[in-house]
C-alpha cells in the first residue's frame, strides 16, 4: 500500500451516506480484508445549515499532507450544501477521496472524479464518466456510455441505460429507469419511480408534487454565475 493509500481518512458531514461510510469502514478502509490499515477520523455535523463555517473550523489544525477527506452529505437542494463543504475543504488546500464500496462492479476504464461514492451493489459498464462530487446508491445501474456531471444525486436501485447524459446537479430518484440515450439538463429532478424515455431541458423536474415535467425559468434556486 502506497503512502498516499495509508494517510487518514477524515470523514465529515452528515446523513445516510455518511453513517453507511463509517459503519463499512473496516471494508472501505481495507477491501482485501483483515484489520484495515488506514484511519478513519469521523468529523459529525449536526445539520447543514452553516457548512462553510462548520466545515472550516473542524479542518482548522489538520495537516493537508497527513489525511484525505471524503465530504459526505446528502442530497439536499440539488446538492448544494455537499458542492459548498467540498468547495471548502479544497479550498483550504485539503484533497479528497472517492469511496467504492467493494461490492460495487466496476468495468477497469470508467473515470470517476473527486468526492464520489458508488454504493454497495452498484454496476458500473464499460466507458462511464462521472463528475466531481457525485454520489451513486446502492444497487444502482449505469450501462455503459453513461456520461455523469459533477455534483449529481443517483438513488438506491435506480437505472441509467446506455449513452444517457446527466448535467450537473441532477437528481435520479431511487428506482427511477432512464431509457438508454435520454439527456437531462443541468438542475434536472426526477424523483417519482417508475420509467423515463424522454429528454429534458435545464431545470426540469418531476416529483410527488409535479408527476409531469415542469420546469424552473431564469435564475430561481440557482447560484448566480455558478456552473460547477
Known sequence: MSGEENKQL???GCGSIFETVRAAWPRLGNPLGGIPQRELHVVALPNTDNIHADVTAQLAGLSGADVRIFVAIDCLALN??????????????F????LIHPDAMVEPDV??????????????????????????????RIDAGVQIA?????GPGAALGHNVRLG?????????????????????????????????????FI????????????NAGIPNGREI
Open 10 to 12: 477524515v470523514l465529515i
Open 80 to 93: 448544494y450544501a455537499r458542492l459548498d463543504a467540498h468547495a471548502c475543504v479544497r479550498l483550504q488546500g
Open 207 to 218: 416529483d410527488p408534487l409535479f408527476v409531469l415535467p415542469v420546469r424552473i425559468f431564469g
Open 95 to 98: 484533497k479528497c477521496e472517492t
Open 111 to 140: 473515470k470517476i472524479g473527486e468526492n464520489c461514492w458508488i454504493g454497495a451493489g452498484t454496476i458500473i459498464g464499460a466507458g462511464v464518466r462521472i463528475g466531481n462530487n457525485t454520489f451513486i446508491g446502492a444497487g444502482a
Open 150 to 154: 459533477n455534483n449529481v444525486w443517483i
Open 168 to 204: 450537473a446537479h441532477c437528481l435520479i430518484g431511487a428506482d427511477v429507469k432512464v431509457a438508454a440515450g435520454v439527456t437531462l439538463g443541468r438542475h434536472c429532478v426526477i424523483d417519482v419511480p417508475g420509467g423515463y424515455s424522454e429528454s429534458l431541458p435545464d431545470g426540469s
